[in-house]
């Protein structure tokens, strides 16, 4: 089984639908914890520190395999707490980052939230060194976007995420950092590529989750 860390309940039916399409069969345990978002965005990711590990070890002790944390303000917490705990914790963005350095080296970062920028920026930076490669990564907060999507006005959100797009100039990529921005990129047809997360880091750790069995000794909190 697969757990997925959420910060709110409009990701599951989102991970249900691409779980159909490209691991059919996968048993998925959504967690939704809206007041994760919530505290780190006040006090800083680091202040989730411990009740993230508590969810975790919770879902390890009801059988998770993995942990694919789809928020990416506390995705770097989700994967030191599972690391901790010897769970294997994957935030959803960390496979698009992978795949956006190697795609070119002008990185522009699209984010609908701030705390998200710092984070988004400092992994792609981290998966840069990692695969040797320089490159510069320019992070713009798009206007107004947060605010429609947390008002429930999803097609405002997106059609904002998808101008904003539009609008980026002189980089070989586009990343969105949020998971919730995936579909701004349907419908695009310009030069520069744009890449999500959710596709590519329910893969990965669908991945995990198949591979490694050896959670039976996990110590719980």
């Not at 920026?121 to 907060?141: D, F």
């Not at 995420?161 to 349907?186: K, T």
């Amino acid at each position: 089984m697969l757990a997925l860390l959420h910060t709110s309940p409009v990701h599951v039916p989102v991970f249900d639908a691409l779980r159909d399409a490209e691991t059919p069969g996968l048993a998925l345990r959504h967690l939704v914890h809206p007041q994760l978002l919530a505290r780190a965005r006040e006090q800083g990711p680091e202040a989730v520190s411990a009740e993230i590990s508590a969810v975790l070890a919770d879902a390890a002790g009801h059988g998770a395999r993995a942990v694919l944390c789809t928020c990416s303000t506390i995705g770097a917490v989700a994967e030191t707490a599972g690391a901790a705990l010897g769970l294997p914790a994957l935030r959803v963005d960390r496979p698009m980052a992978a795949a956006a350095v190697a795609t070119g080296p002008r990185i522009a970062v699209l984010a609908a939230l701030e705390s998200t920028l710092a984070p988004t920026e400092a992994l792609i930076n981290h998966e840069a060194l990692r695969a040797g490669r320089a490159v510069g990564v320019r992070s713009v907060l798009v206007p107004g976007a947060w605010e429609r999507f947390e008002s429930g006005d999803t097609d405002g959100y997106l059609s904002t995420v998808a101008a904003a797009v539009r609008e980026v100039r002189d980089a070989d990529v586009i990343v969105l950092a949020q998971a919730s921005m995936a579909p701004a990129a349907e419908g695009l047809d310009g030069d520069v590529p744009v890449l999500s997360s959710p596709r590519l880091g329910l893969l990965a750790a669908a991945q995990r989750a198949a591979s490694d069995s050896s959670f039976a000794g996990l110590r719980t909190m």
